[in-house]
Each structure stands twice: as structure tokens, then as C-alpha cells.
């Protein structure tokens, strides 16, 4: 599964060979069952219990705990990839919402020098089938959180947080190809796309 899921999303077939070899090591090591209790505080409970037993699996197994958590994620997008067929969302979608693993695999590789992630918190939303990649941007939707914006918002209203992923160039044309894709697939009442944005990417200091 591994495999396949990382040449469909774009792994390095260095980060797929490894990641093979740890998951072999976690079978090995009889960590299926806690696996699977993760999955079902991930997918079913609110709470962040999952975390808890990724973290015992790394300690039993002396696997990197970035590392378990990656291969836990990619082992969800199984039962992620039936909820969409359920709601009736494609499976284009889903896969470039999926490509979202390697791009957070790329950066936990830059930064720490290890195949996994260090943001295990971040997929959540993407799991519950709450934040999608649409063209070169995500969305997902929140509550307005300011009084309110002219005669457009008021505070409550509902409105779409928009995310940069680290996945290549930034262009006016990708940004408005995304939006006009983000229009099509919520289809807002009365017509209006309300996108919010809090990117480090807009932090003053950086330009």
C-alpha cells in the first residue's frame, strides 16, 4: 500500500523504500492492533488520543516517531479514500488532496533529516473530509472571527480559510485558476467566495 500510495502522490522512491522497511518492522513487531486502535481515535473521537499510542509505538519499536506517524497516515487514506466515494467527492480530489503527505514528508526530510512528519496534527480536517485541495490552493471552511467586513460579513458568517502548501511556484494565474475551482466546488450562497488567509507567507517581516 505504501508503495502504491507514494508513486501515485509523487515520493521519492528513496522515502518509499524506507518507509516499506519500517512498516515491515512495525508488522514485525506485532504494532497492527495499535495501529488500527490510532485509526479509530482518529477517524471516531475527538480527542488526540491517537497520539498517545503513535507515541508508544515508537518507543516499543525504536522507529522515529516522525516515521510512525507517516506511515499511520498513509495507512488512513485507505478508509479516507471510501468516505469520499461515500459523499460522492472524486477521486481526482482525493488525490490531490493526498499530495498534501508529500509535500509535509519533503519538508519533515529539510528540516530534520527524516522520512515522515512533524505536523501530524495539521492532517485531521483533511481526514474528516473537511479541508481539500483545490488546484494550487486548500480550503477549508471556518467562522468569520472579525465584527464584520463592510456590508459583505458579519462575525459568524461562514467563510473559506485558504492554505499555501509548499508544492511549487505561487502565480497569479494558479492562485485565480484555484479560486475560480474553489467557487465551482462550494457554490456559496448568493454567489459570493469569502476566502480568508492566514499564511506565515503574508508575515510583514519576510517580504
Not at 472571527?145 to 505561487?170: F, M, Q, W
Amino acid at each position: 500500500m505504501i508503495k502504491t500510495f507514494g508513486e501515485k502522490t509523487g515520493f521519492p522512491p528513496e522515502a518509499i523504500g524506507f518507509l516499506e522497511e519500517q512498516f515491515c518492522i512495525l508488522q514485525q513487531k506485532e504494532m497492527m492492533n495499535s495501529l488500527y486502535a490510532a485509526m479509530d481515535h482518529f477517524f471516531c473521537e475527538t480527542d488526540e488520543k491517537y497520539l498517545d499510542v503513535l507515541q508508544e509505538i515508537a518507543e516499543k519499536t525504536g522507529i522515529h516517531r516522525m516515521t510512525v506517524d507517516m506511515i499511520f497516515l498513509i495507512l488512513c487514506t485507505k478508509p479516507l479514500f471510501y468516505l469520499y466515494r461515500q459523499k460522492g467527492l472524486g477521486e481526482e480530489l482525493f488525490w490531490d488532496t493526498m499530495c498534501d503527505l508529500k509535500y509535509k514528508l519533503m519538508e519533515c526530510k529539510e528540516v530534520y533529516n527524516v522520512w515522515g512528519t512533524f505536523v501530524t496534527r495539521w492532517f485531521r480536517r483533511f481526514y474528516l473530509c473537511e479541508r481539500f485541495k483545490l488546484g494550487r490552493l486548500q480550503y477549508e471552511t471556518v467562522a468569520f472571527g472579525c465584527a464584520a467586513y463592510r456590508d459583505v460579513l458579519k462575525e459568524g458568517d461562514t467563510v473559506y480559510n485558504c492554505h499555501i502548501p509548499s508544492s511549487g511556484a505561487l502565480t497569479p494565474e494558479a492562485v485565480m485558476d484555484s479560486l475560480r475551482r474553489a467557487h465551482e466546488f462550494y457554490r456559496p450562497e448568493g454567489g459570493v467566495l469569502p476566502v480568508v488567509c492566514y499564511s506565515w507567507l503574508l508575515y510583514p517581516p519576510y517580504q
